[in-house]
């Protein structure tokens, strides 16, 4: 075990494998939730699998084992490329792995028995928290002495963004879990909402998409086989990101008597999102320009580069519905939901997609056992994200004008019946595309065929 551990870029590979069994597990919790939204008497005695354990086993699973270890896993391998050196410490590396991956198992382990702490993106118990902080801190020690002992003088965007993720979930993490108070992991009374979303807001914000944001910024230029655009504007992204990001999550309580200098400066700094949002958006597409038959002829770049549009939908949705105004319609109903989708799933999920299918590869030396199976990954997905957007936008649109009109939730209900069954319909096609692109994974990695670079490092090995 020691010695596999020693191996280069091993790490790496564990966290995209990971990332790809819990996609599995997410997906089918996902499917079980859609269907009891349809029908919730279905396996009524089974309590591990009531709607309200369901739920959180499918959101955290999918954030914490999905997206996230995905996208940590391409950032160990172009941590060091980048840098032109080794990672400092491949044994720390499967230290964070074990501690990462022990967090989310608690997930279907702890939420199916009702061991949660209850606060949405929040759920994972105390000892869960520890496990999840301990990997981040083995992260940044492994991050910044293999910076610290690189080849390479100039630190390209990639690396801020993914040194900074661990160094912001390091402070924010504890903060909007209030790990000091182990026993509930909450604040009394309302002041919560606002640690509980400084948290909910700043996981995608400053855990998922700097991640992604780096990922994107390696594997579109490698493609494309041209520089980055700009390296000026790309770190005026990064700056504007935490310097706006960090404070907005209080758009989502809105509704309640929070202070209204808070309210004003979460709206503010919501809408003034379209700044580093366009800037990342626009410099990826400059950089990709003239190469389009490359970046959209090329699998997994075609996935990152479809992230990067399903971000322009999030942040063009995101700021125009915290107008207070707005939200009157589009909040805590379906509208939400949409949106969440296309912002963990959309951005986030396609560009850890693709950029693993990009660096397996560099990783292995072996070539990918199938390029149509991650055509058919992306179709798949596309397909159910597409649908779930449209549809839950369509329901959120129904359930908040009926309720600004003053109608009832209870007659409101049979309304969802068409949308909510759709919605369960399309959960199949993820579910499909988790298990295309692990069967994929895991051929690739047993079959897939040797390239030729591999074949003579290996025979000069031997010699």
């Given at each position: 075990m020691f010695k596999f551990a020693s191996k280069p870029q091993s790490a790496a590979l564990a966290f995209m494998v990971s990332g790809s069994v819990w996609f599995v597990v997410g997906?089918?919790?996902?499917?079980?939730?859609?269907?009891?939204?349809?029908?919730?008497?279905?396996?009524?005695?089974?309590?591990?699998?009531?709607?309200?354990r369901e739920r959180p086993v499918h959101v955290n699973t999918m954030l914490y084992g999905f997206v996230g270890p995905m996208l940590v896993g391409c950032g160990l391998y172009y941590l060091p490329a980048l840098l032109r050196t080794r990672l400092w410490s491949e044994p720390l590396a499967w230290a964070a792995f074990f501690f990462w991956n022990l967090t989310v198992?608690?997930?279907?382990?702890?939420?199916?028995?009702?061991?949660?702490?209850?606060?949405e993106y929040n759920e994972y118990v105390w000892l869960a928290d520890v496990s999840l902080v301990i990997a981040v801190v083995c992260l940044i020690v492994n991050s910044a002495l293999t910076i610290a002992n690189r080849q390479e003088e100039q630190i390209y965007v990639s690396i801020w963004y993914f040194m900074a993720t661990f160094l912001w979930t390091a402070s924010n993490y504890p903060l909007g879990n209030v790990m000091w108070h182990p026993a509930t992991g909450a604040m009394p009374?309302?002041?919560?909402?606002?640690?509980?979303?400084?948290?909910?807001?700043?996981?995608?914000?400053?855990?998922?998409?700097?991640?992604?944001t780096g990922a994107a910024y390696f594997v579109i230029p490698r493609v494309a086989r041209t520089p980055l655009n700009s390296h000026t504007l790309s770190?005026?992204?990064?700056?504007?990101?935490?310097?706006?990001?960090?404070?907005?999550?209080?758009?989502?309580?809105?509704?309640?008597?929070?202070?209204?200098?808070?309210?004003?400066?979460?709206?503010?700094?919501s809408i003034a999102m379209v700044l580093p949002v366009s800037i990342v958006v626009i410099n990826l597409?400059?950089?990709?320009?003239?190469?389009?038959?490359?970046?959209?002829?090329?699998?997994?770049?075609r996935l990152v580069m479809g992230g990067v549009v399903w971000y322009i939908v999030t942040c063009i949705q995101g700021p125009l519905q915290s107008l207070p105004f707005l939200q009157r319609v589009t909040h805590f109903n379906n509208w939400t939901v949409g949106h969440a989708h296309i912002a963990m799933l959309g951005f986030g999920g396609y560009i850890a997609l693709g950029a693993m299918w990009h660096i397996v590869p560099l990783i292995t030396g072996r070539e990918l056992y199938s390029k149509k199976l991650v055509s058919l990954q992306f179709g798949l997905v596309t397909?159910?994200?597409?649908?779930?957007?449209?549809?839950?936008?369509?329901?959120?649109?129904?359930?908040?004008?009926?309720?600004?009109?003053?109608?009832?939730?209870?007659?409101?209900?049979?309304?969802?019946?068409?949308?909510?069954?759709?919605?369960?319909?399309?959960?199949?096609?993820?579910?499909?595309?988790?298990?295309?692109?692990?069967?994929?994974?895991?051929m690739s990695l047993r079959r897939g065929e040797e390239q030729e670079g591999a074949q003579l490092k290996r025979a000069e090995d031997a010699a």
């Open positions: 997906a089918v919790y996902g499917f079980m939730s859609a269907i009891h939204l349809v029908a919730p008497e279905f396996l009524p005695h089974v309590g591990a699998l009531v709607f309200g198992l608690s997930g279907p382990v702890g939420f199916a028995f009702g061991i949660t702490q209850g606060r009374g309302l002041i919560d909402s606002i640690f509980l979303w400084f948290w909910g807001h700043n996981l995608p914000g400053l855990l998922i998409t700097p991640l992604a770190l005026l992204g990064f700056w504007l990101l935490i310097a706006l990001y960090s404070h907005i999550g209080g758009h989502h309580v809105l509704q309640s008597p929070i202070p209204n200098w808070l309210k004003t400066v979460s709206v503010v700094d597409w400059m950089t990709a320009r003239n190469f389009g038959r490359r970046i959209w002829g090329d699998p997994a770049a397909f159910g994200l597409t649908g779930f957007f449209l549809v839950l936008t369509a329901a959120g649109l129904v359930q908040g004008t009926a309720w600004h009109n003053g109608e009832t939730v209870l007659r409101v209900l049979p309304q969802l019946v068409p949308f909510m069954a759709s919605r369960a319909a399309l959960g199949v096609f993820i579910f499909t595309a988790s298990l295309v692109g692990l069967y994929n994974l895991l």
